[in-house]
């Protein structure tokens, strides 16, 4: 499929997804090649358009991604000889087959990350990333629910097969997942939301971490936590910081990888 053939609308996600995808790399939230961002394609809600594997995510650009359908299949290989990774398919599709609110996935292998989710503490909320980022999980705990490495891709095996219900059942009530010893998922309606979140905990790991070991750490009174998600609960104001945030970003790409549209 030609890019003359992608509708205006998907063009757009397209360009919003490449630049989501410099700015991963930007950040280093990404490992190279290692990690995949997606859209639900809005022309049919049975299929996403998802990052090629094997593109360091410096050099992804619209007509580069990848349109599958939930069940695998290759509708639209974009510009280049790559496809996807397996990795990428047991994690986005059976979310969006599970999800019809959900419109963007994005998942990478954040160094932050990974190294607060290989902590039994995990992500404390010591700082007001970590405020935002567990109220913005919507999760039903007012945490960001955790996932077990349970296999590559923190998929498990079972009979030979990957085993994607432990992946779903976490994901069905959050819009953030940490996934212990591996990384971070983020799902949400749009683009834009998705990089937020990501946002929000790559920046509440990043202060966590630079804690010096041993010092006894300050808690907020509950009441403020509650403040927080009450905060949250706007969801006007909050879909305007996300917009804000990543239009920014944008631009910031824009004068330093203008390559990116194309």
Not at 74 to 90: A, E, F, H, K, P
Not at 93 to 104: F, L, M, N, T
Request: charge should be negative; include cysteine; proline fraction near 5%.
């Amino acid at each position: 499929m030609g890019t003359s053939k992608i509708g205006e609308i998907e063009w757009k996600m397209r360009r919003e997804l490449a630049a989501a995808c410099r700015l991963f790399a930007h950040r280093k939230w990404v490992q190279d090649i290692f990690g995949h961002l997606s859209f639900r394609d809005p022309g049919n809600p049975s299929a996403y358009v998802v990052t090629p594997f094997g593109m360091h995510f410096s050099e992804i650009t619209p007509s580069s991604l990848v349109k599958v359908d939930l069940d695998g299949n290759v509708l639209d290989q974009g510009s280049t000889r790559y496809g996807i990774s397996d990795d990428s398919y047991v994690i986005h599709a059976p979310i969006y087959k599970d999800r019809h609110d959900v419109g963007s996935i994005m998942h990478c292998h954040d160094p932050v990350v990974i190294a607060i989710s290989s902590t039994k503490e995990g992500l404390l909320p010591v700082n007001q990333s970590s405020f935002y980022a567990h109220a913005a999980s919507e999760s039903p705990t007012g945490t960001i629910p955790r996932l077990d490495y349970e296999g590559r891709a923190s998929i498990k095996f079972v009979d030979g097969k990957r085993d994607t219900s432990h992946l779903v059942a976490v994901a069905r009530t959050a819009k953030i997942v940490m996934l212990n010893n591996h990384g971070l998922l983020t799902l949400s309606p749009t683009i834009y939301e998705s990089y937020g979140l990501f946002y929000y905990v790559d920046e509440a790991c990043r202060m966590q971490q630079l804690i010096p070991p041993g010092r006894q750490l300050i808690f907020p009174d509950e009441e403020v936590i509650v403040d927080i998600k009450r905060d949250y609960s706007r969801k006007d104001m909050v879909q305007e910081v996300y917009r804000l945030l990543f239009d920014a970003d944008v631009r910031m790409v824009r004068r330093i990888s203008p390559d990116f549209e194309i």
